[in-house]
T-cell receptor, first 114, second 114 residues
Framework: GENVEQHPSTLSVQEGDSAVIKCTYSDSASNYFPWYKQELGKRPQLIID?????GEKKDQRIAVTLNKTAKHFSLHITETQPEDSAVYFC?????????????FGQGTELSVKP | DAGVIQSPRHEVTEMGQEVTLRCKPI?????LFWYRQTMMRGLELLIYFNNNVPIDDSGMPEDRFSAKMPNASFSTLKIQPSEPRDSAVYFCASSLGDRNQPQHFGDGTRLSIL
């Protein structure tokens, strides 16, 4: 079945620097890739998503890139701020016969130091 | 949009007791997912429903766990009897449509089994 690997597991950056989190997936049939941010003690919240007909998507300081040939996608956060500190999860859609199921990565704990 | 509503937010009980977690999905959403989150195992999918029908329960740990969705606006996850290793945060999520759609998470239930 589909497998999603996420790296790094922890990431520490200085405020103002950029942060990049990478994910790889195994099933070439996956065509939807959301990213979630989970602050301590709170629920995962969708921050950006990308579909396979697009190579890049931006939303203010956040961008996601997708390379379908290599089966990997990345989250880029520019001009990081302390409030960006959280755990970030990538996910990939499952094969068609598994409907709305998402396969999640293991998470990246991002720490932004002021 | 009220979002996904879970209850209770916190539950503390003694081992051996029955625990029932409740979820109300976003109105109109036809997929409902139950997840368990721990530090050791990350975010695990337990079971998911489509149009109130269980589709995949392969993530349910053992027979002590059961889930139902009697109608489109309500689902329960039951643990009987509960054990200390069941302590975790349990999230419910819902989504609309088949594939390529984000899942929206509830605030979770923090379960502690003493």
């Amino acid at each position: 079945g589909e497998n999603v690997e996420q790296h790094p597991s922890t990431l520490s950056v200085q405020e103002g620097d950029s942060a990049v989190i990478k994910c790889t997936y195994s099933d070439s049939a996956s065509n939807y890739f959301p990213w979630y941010k989970q602050e301590l003690g709170k629920r995962p919240q969708l921050i950006i998503d990308i579909r396979s007909n697009v190579g890049e998507k931006k939303d203010q300081r956040i961008a996601v890139t997708l390379n379908k040939t290599a089966k990997h996608f990345s989250l880029h956060i520019t001009e990081t701020q302390p409030e960006d500190s959280a755990v970030y999860f990538c996910a990939a859609s499952s094969p068609y016969n598994q409907g709305g199921k998402l396969i999640f990565g293991q998470g990246t704990e991002l720490s932004v130091k002021p | 949009d009220a979002g996904v509503i879970q209850s209770p937010r916190h539950e503390v009980t003694e081992m051996g007791q029955e625990v029932t977690l409740r979820c109300k999905p976003i109105s109109g959403h036809d997929y409902l997912f139950w997840y368990r989150q721990t530090m050791m195992r990350g975010l695990e999918l337990l079971i998911y429903f489509n149009n109130n029908v269980p589709i995949d329960d392969s993530g349910m740990p053992e027979d002590r766990f059961s889930a139902k969705m009697p109608n489109a606006s309500f689902s329960t996850l039951k643990i009987q009897p509960s054990e200390p290793r069941d302590s975790a945060v349990y999230f419910c999520a819902s989504s609309l449509g088949d594939r390529n759609q984000p899942q929206h998470f509830g605030d979770g239930t923090r379960l502690s089994i003493l």
